[in-house]
């Protein structure tokens, strides 16, 4: 088990790890993500280990689960996700101009599994849905190859 600063989230059926420095907006993109639908997994901080071969799974640390840090107001205690499988990685960025339009496939190592990642920058209004829009395509592409 790897402590790995971060917040995670639950969405569409998918687990996301977003990282990124202090001030980037993992728990502000979290919280928009759960008003959504999505589920915290864990903010600021996840536990993150390995499961079988190329499975990655996070969970809170019990000191903070249902613990979100709402920027300028305060500790927000939420229903939570325990655990759930990392499917994808979202490094945010401070500014959108660094983002590629059309972002090459990319991965990054977790415990030693390969997980698919994405930077991101989590600020724009749109934010929430084109993080599920990115799962939705990471689901397509996974069933691509898995046809091959």
Do not use: W
């Amino acid at each position: 088990m790897i402590l790995v600063h971060g917040t995670g989230i639950f969405i569409d059926g998918k687990g996301v790890l977003i990282k990124g420095a202090s001030g980037s907006g993992k728990s502000d993109l979290a919280l928009r993500l759960m008003g959504h639908g999505g589920e915290l997994i864990g903010d600021d901080y996840v536990e993150v280990s390995r499961m079988g071969q190329d499975q990655v799974v996070m969970q809170a640390p019990e000191t903070i689960a249902g613990k979100i840090e709402v920027r300028n107001v305060g500790i927000l205690n939420v229903p939570f996700r325990h655990m759930a499988r990392i499917d994808l990685v979202v490094e945010l960025v401070l500014d959108v101009a660094s983002l590629e339009r059309l972002p090459p496939q990319k991965v990054t190592r977790l415990d030693g599994a390969e997980i698919p990642c994405l930077d991101f920058y989590a600020f724009e209004a749109s934010a929430p849905e084109k993080l599920r829009s990115a799962l939705k395509i990471l689901s397509q592409a996974f069933e691509t190859s898995s046809q091959k």
